[in-house]
């Protein structure tokens, strides 16, 4: 199988070519990545969906992150990559018109220069479907993970899909902040009952 190629980009975000994937990563190149927020109602809270990183993942193993994250490969829509995103990761099949759009964020850590496109999706526990990458999901009040995201207490309850409870540490969290307040304030505008 060919390895996967990305666009890389200058600190413009302007084009500059294409790398394998393995090479995007630790040079001085910018790359794009989705990440989509699922959220919804579990146990009658308005929660976020979390994914727990496979424990074989290169970065962050074992970490909690966005419901879904990933490449964007070269020549594809960033709405495609998070479709195809989300059915690999966590078995969800969702529509294009399922995902709201809430903007960019760029992330600059040694290493991994990523510019994020963030995604806003309504998501029901029963339907999650989780893939090889993934070794659970949880809900964790929406309240909850903004006090964990805002450095405001140093770990939350959440419950894994099955019910069980879990206490997540800000410190087992992927660093994505401003991506998550991106998604926490438009959760926050959902006027709807869900």
Same mark, same amino acid.
């Given at each position: 199988?060919?390895?996967?190629?990305?666009?890389?980009?200058?600190?413009?975000?302007?084009?500059?070519?294409?790398?394998?994937?393995?090479?995007?990563?630790?040079?001085?190149?910018?790359?794009?990545?989705?990440?989509?927020?699922?959220?919804?109602?579990?146990?009658?809270?308005?929660?976020?969906?979390?994914?727990?990183?496979?424990?074989?993942?290169?970065?962050?193993?074992?970490?909690?992150?966005?419901?879904?994250?990933?490449?964007?490969?070269?020549? &594809?829509?960033?709405?495609? %990559? /998070?479709?195809?995103?989300?059915? =690999?990761? $966590?078995? !969800?099949?969702?529509?294009?018109?399922?995902?709201?759009?809430?903007?960019?964020?760029?992330?600059?850590?040694?290493?991994?220069?990523?510019?994020?496109?963030?995604?806003?999706?309504?998501?029901?526990?029963?339907?999650?479907?989780?893939?090889?990458?993934?070794?659970?999901?949880?809900?964790?009040?929406?309240?909850?993970?903004?006090?964990?995201?805002?450095? &405001?207490?140093?770990?939350? %309850? /959440?419950?894994?899909?099955?019910? =069980?409870? $879990?206490? !997540?540490?800000?410190?087992?969290?992927?660093?994505?902040?401003?991506?998550?307040?991106?998604?926490?304030?438009?959760?926050?505008?959902?006027?709807?009952?869900?």
């Amino acid at each position: 199988m060919a390895e996967e190629m990305l666009t890389i980009y200058d600190d413009d975000l302007n084009p500059v070519g294409e790398l394998p994937r393995a090479q995007a990563h630790g040079g001085d190149h910018w790359h794009q990545v989705v990440h989509v927020w699922l959220y919804g109602t579990f146990r009658r809270e308005r929660c976020v969906f979390l994914q727990k990183r496979a424990a074989e993942k290169k970065t962050y193993p074992g970490f909690y992150d966005a419901g879904t994250t990933g490449h964007i490969s070269a020549g &594809e829509a960033p709405l495609d %990559a /998070a479709l195809r995103e989300v059915r =690999e990761e $966590v078995g !969800l099949q969702l529509q294009a018109q399922d995902l709201t759009a809430l903007g960019h964020c760029r992330e600059d850590e040694p290493g991994d220069r990523e510019v994020a496109t963030v995604f806003l999706a309504q998501a029901y526990a029963t339907d999650f479907a989780p893939g090889q990458e993934v070794e659970q999901v949880i809900a964790m009040p929406l309240q909850r993970f903004e006090s964990l995201v805002r450095r &405001e207490k140093d770990g939350a %309850a /959440a419950r894994t899909l099955g019910g =069980e409870r $879990v206490f !997540l540490t800000r410190d087992k969290l992927c660093p994505h902040p401003e991506s998550a307040m991106l998604a926490i304030r438009a959760i926050q505008a959902i006027k709807e009952e869900m």
